[in-house]
């Protein structure tokens, strides 16, 4: 990402907010993982978002009219031999020079600063509640500035949520962002299709995963951008079933969800496909229910559409094709309004991607479902689980999961699959897969 693609979302974010503002926005972090051995270090979203730094211990301060500058970023000191155990710093100059702040401070001085920026100012734009250890720091700063008030000096008196305003920015996909996007799509759509390619019978279910991270990262997609979901059997009608421990069988579907991240970006995809390289008759049925629902629910991805529409377009089609399937009887319109495709399609048909997963933004405005705009991208992912567990489901059905999932962006005359080089049709499934074991 380009370092101007910050600076820019930094003057909207400044332009949108009143007047006697100042803009506080910590970093996360680092999280142990066991004893003294810590996680893979990742920058909270929203921070990132605005400062594209990517070191830990470090917070975004914006000050709109601030004559020295605006843009302040505390962040840690280059230090040699701390450098020397855990890898290169910024440091003070290098968070000027190359992330573009106006002025960076020591992360430890923050608590001799930061309260002196707060002197009066009018409001607080800040996220209470994501980081408690900081929330506690922020309401001593304010309690310091409010104890001068005998002379002269005011604390702010308002908090505002700097989420909502940050969060719908990200709702919107710039041009730099849908570059990064579609790149994080097509390394996800390669990765599903060497899964393809390489599955076999007595594999077990994290050899798959094995070659999909090995994809992602030969692509530059340094990681996931979620636990991938690699299940066999009965462990495709598990939504999120990460074990990834057990062995594909003959005559078994497998179920894999897996996206990339990407220069932060997510994507997410997934794909269903038959471990023998060939869908058995009753696979084929139930796929065909779920490949349709999808069509139709893409097709309703679209300027001026609500956000759910998908979402009905999709139930419609999955209900009809479990009464065409024998599973339900009755009338459609009955069926659809008494849910009674929710024992085998129990989640909503999509949701906003971008740098989260399960990116920000509102899916509801007034209580009313959100209408798609361009720029936005979501997700569309119908699918079908008939667990073994299931009271009534006939024996033929038991252990069939799938989903079919697309990125999708929503563009001024209708849409865009970033992710349509995944292969999806069971003709283009099975043509991959019987190639491979040609080859």
């Not at 505002?160 to 759509?189: D, Y």
């Not at 269903?272 to 065909?288: C, I």
Request: with cysteine; hydrophobic share 40%; proline share 5%.
């Amino acid at each position: 990402m380009e370092k101007r693609e910050f600076a820019r979302r930094r003057k909207r974010l400044m332009d949108s907010v009143d007047s006697g503002a100042i803009i506080i926005q910590p970093n996360a972090p680092e999280r142990i993982r066991n004893r003294d051995v810590h996680y893979p270090f990742r920058p909270d979203s929203d921070f990132y978002y605005l400062s594209g730094f990517p070191e830990p211990e470090s917070v975004v301060v914006l000050v709109p009219g601030r004559p020295q500058g605006e843009y302040l970023l505390f962040c840690r000191e280059k230090d040699p031999e701390a450098e020397t155990w855990h890898g290169r710093r910024a440091g003070l100059e290098g968070a000027c020079e190359e992330y573009g702040a106006n002025d960076a401070f020591p992360i430890t001085d923050m608590d001799d600063i930061l309260p002196g920026l707060l002197e009066n100012k009018e409001r607080i734009y800040y996220t209470m509640g994501r980081y408690a250890d900081f929330d506690q720091r922020l309401v001593s700063w304010l309690n310091r500035v409010t104890s001068k008030g005998r002379t002269g000096v005011h604390a702010p008196d308002q908090f505002v949520s700097l989420g909502h305003i940050l969060h719908e920015m990200r709702l919107f996909k710039s041009s730099q962002e849908l570059k990064a996007m579609r790149r994080s799509a097509s390394i996800a759509a390669e990765a599903h299709q060497r899964a393809m390619a390489i599955t076999r019978p007595g594999m077990r279910e994290y050899q798959v995963e094995a070659e999909i991270l090995n994809c992602f990262m030969h692509n530059g997609a340094r990681s996931a951008a979620y636990p991938s979901i690699v299940g066999g059997g009965a462990n495709s009608c598990i939504l999120h079933y990460t074990e990834n421990d057990a062995t594909l069988k003959d005559g078994d579907l497998l179920l894999i969800d897996a996206g990339a991240e990407y220069d932060s970006y997510a994507s997410d995809v997934t794909r269903t496909f038959p471990v023998s390289g060939e869908f058995s008759e009753m696979q084929k049925l139930a796929y065909d229910v779920v490949l349709e629902a999808q069509a139709a629910a893409i097709a309703e991805v679209r300027t001026g559409n609500s956000w759910n529409e998908p979402h009905d377009a999709a139930v419609e089609v999955i209900t009809r094709g479990l009464i065409d399937l024998g599973i339900l009887k009755g009338r459609l319109r009955k069926l659809i309004d008494a849910e009674a495709y929710r024992p085998y399609y129990m989640h909503k048909t999509g949701h906003w991607l971008g740098m989260d997963v399960h990116d920000v933004g509102d899916y509801k405005v007034a209580d009313d479902w959100r209408v798609f705009e361009p720029g936005m991208v979501t997700t569309v992912e119908p699918g079908l689980y008939f667990a073994a567990s299931l009271k009534d489901l006939p024996q033929q059905w038991w252990n069939i999961g799938i989903r079919i999932e697309d990125d999708v962006l929503v563009t001024e005359t209708g849409h865009e699959v970033l992710t349509k080089e995944a292969p999806k049709t069971i003709e283009d499934v099975e043509s991959v897969m019987q190639k491979a074991r040609a080859a």
